[in-house]
């Protein structure tokens, strides 16, 4: 997908794991490849259209491709909110320098509880928006959309479910896994509140793919 003409995006990252927890992971193990992985994924919160995304360590080498990838399918100036995530302030500049309008959502969260909720997502109690870069609209300085996009993951790829023996044992099918999901989310799976898919609501496809047609267009 290029020349996309999105007025705003979020991007965030999603954990996983490969092989085994990051906890676990030997100095003989190539480290590159197990332990913690991280999904970066992008999301234009009008159309629900995800541009791009990219599935690998939680580093500043990731963030970088990750930011040029998601620029080069962009034709215009573009409104960009994420994370504090401190690797993307240098991406977000070296992929488009001064031609952005960058915010970042950094929230706090209170302690995190212990015994039996301990799996409980802890709550927040405060958000402050931060100008980075740009002249960013604050009221659209924003990652709940992509936040809504994670849960979506988790509930679609049984691979990124929390407590689960159901984690990839390679990187290739984690990658070919999410590779998927995006495709039929992008092309093929009706949008409830749009009426129509991200595709279709960006100008990128004019109809609703179906499963045959994934298939085929994959297959080759």
């Known amino acids: ?33 197990v332990g913690d992985i991280w999904t970066f994924v992008a ?15 939680r580093t500043r080498a990731h963030a970088v491709a990750f930011m040029g990838d998601l620029s080069e399918r962009l034709s215009n100036r573009v409104q960009l909110s994420s994370d504090a995530l ?36 802890p709550k927040v109690v405060k958000q402050e928006k931060t ?24 509930m679609s790829m049984r691979r990124f479910t929390r407590l689960t023996n ?8 984690l990658q070919a896994a999410v590779s998927l999901h995006f495709a039929h989310y992008n092309f093929v799976r009706m949008h409830r509140t749009l009426r129509m898919t991200p595709a279709m609501a960006a100008g990128v496809s004019d109809c609703l793919w179906s499963i045959e047609e994934l298939v085929e267009r994959t297959s080759d």
């Not at 997908?1 to 092989?19: G, H, K, P, T």
């Not at 259209?49 to 360590?57: A, F, H, I, M, W």
């Not at 915010?103 to 909720?117: H, N």
């Open 43 to 57: 999301i234009d919160p009008d159309t629900k259209l995800v541009p791009t995304y990219r599935v690998g360590k």
């Open 86 to 121: 401190n690797t993307y302030v240098d991406a977000v500049e070296r992929a488009f320098g001064a031609s952005v309008d960058y915010g970042q959502a950094v929230k706090f969260y209170e302690a995190e509880p212990i015994g039996p909720g301990r799996y409980s997502p």
């Open 131 to 154: 100008v980075v870069a740009g002249n960013p609209d604050q009221a659209h300085i924003s990652t709940s959309i992509i936040e809504r996009q994670n849960l979506s993951m988790r």
């Open 1 to 33: 997908m290029r020349d996309l003409n999105c007025e705003r995006i979020q991007v965030d990252e999603i954990w996983s794991y490969v092989q085994k927890k990051q906890r676990w992971v030997t100095p003989q193990d190539d480290r590159t490849r």
């Open 166 to 173: 159901a984690f990839s044992k390679k990187l290739e099918n």
